[in-house]
Structure formats: C-alpha cells, structure tokens
C-alpha cells in the first residue's frame, strides 16, 4: 500500500512539474500579432487575427509578477500586522476588542479568552542550493517556474481576501459587543 501511495505521489509531482514547464514555455509571439490592431489603454489592444476580433493584453512580467506579490504580501500585513513595522493588523484588532470585551469594567472574567492562533498564508520557505558565484561571493540560489509561481501568490491572494473579510467581520462583531457592554455600564452607573 505505502509503494502504491509513493508511486502516485510521485507521478502526481512528475505531473505538476511537467504541466508548469509547459505552461513557464517562452513562446514566440509573433502568431499572436493582430492585424488592424487599436491601442484601448493600459496595453490593452483590439484586433483582428484567424477572422475574429481579440482583446489582447500585453503586460511586462516582472512588473505584473511584483504587483502580485505586493498585493499577497500587503494583504497579509493588513490581516496579521507586520512586527518590523510595528503594526498590528485586523487579528491585532480583534484580540484587543475580545481582551477589552472581556474586562472586569465591562462585566467580563478579566481574564483573556483565547483565540484562534494567527495562520500565516504567504510560505516563502526557500530551499536553497548553496554555490559561488562569479564573482567568488558565497550565495543561495532558488528556482521555480514562472507558472508556478503566479498560482501559489494567486492561491495567497484568494485565501488572504476570505481572511480579510473574516477578520474585519469579527473586528466588526467585537466592536458592536465591546459598544453594547459599554451601554450596559453607562446604564448601570446612572
């Protein structure tokens, strides 16, 4: 059973790497040239090619892959904080709103309730191959196909956007509860 599952497994990898080398293949682009082409904005073009109009959009990679990853990496910030920046994100929020929530002032045990353990989405666990490189300095060198990267950032993206919503509805539940405990206070002090 357990060489069974290996075997699978790896044709499952053998499978995903191939599919990414096809997807990462440099293609030459000038079949995908139109003809009576028009510039929309933003690179965005329409044309004539095979008899059909397209819509063709032609964004430079580095640029679009670094937006991508600006995008992941900030939304993830904005979800957990970031410590180098001393910021302290919507779960930051939320956890503050529960430990105040749950004060002795507002009717609570005064004692912090756990709450879920932050879950960090964006892996940038690198393996490095160790080497030297040409000019003799000692370095680390990662490799993946283009493919493959622009799925994992756009898997963070989609994860990170149901965490975001996530946590701004919790933020938003604990501030009416915090709000509602604080009218209860008022109420008894008057």
């Known amino acids: 059973m357990l060489k069974i599952l290996t075997l699978v497994l790896a044709l499952g990898f053998i499978g995903c790497s191939a599919s990414h080398k096809k997807k990462s293949k440099v ?3 000038k079949e995908m040239q139109l ?11 329409v044309g004539i090619r095979d008899d059909t109009f397209k819509v063709q959009k032609k964004v430079m990679l580095v640029e679009s892959l670094r937006d991508l990853e600006n995008t992941a990496f900030g939304m993830e910030y904005e979800v957990y904080g970031n410590r180098v920046y001393g910021t302290k994100g919507l779960y930051g929020a939320y956890r503050d709103c529960r430990t105040e929530v749950n ?8 004692k912090m309730k756990p709450i879920e353990p932050p879950a960090s989405v964006v892996n940038e666990d690198k393996k490095f191959k160790y080497g030297i490189d040409k000019k003799g ?3 680390g060198v990662t490799e993946e196909f283009l493919s493959e990267r622009i ?10 956007t149901k965490r975001l919503n996530e946590y701004e509805t919790k933020v938003r539940i604990c501030e009416n509860d915090l709000k509602q405990a604080k009218l209860k206070q008022n109420q008894k002090s008057q």
């Open 27 to 29: 293609h030459d682009l």
């Open 35 to 45: 003809e009576k082409e028009q510039e929309i904005s933003g690179g965005d073009k």
């Open 103 to 110: 004060s002795i002032i507002y009717g609570g045990s005064g």
């Open 137 to 139: 300095d000692l370095v």
């Open 151 to 160: 799925e994992r950032f756009k898997k963070y993206k989609v994860k990170l």
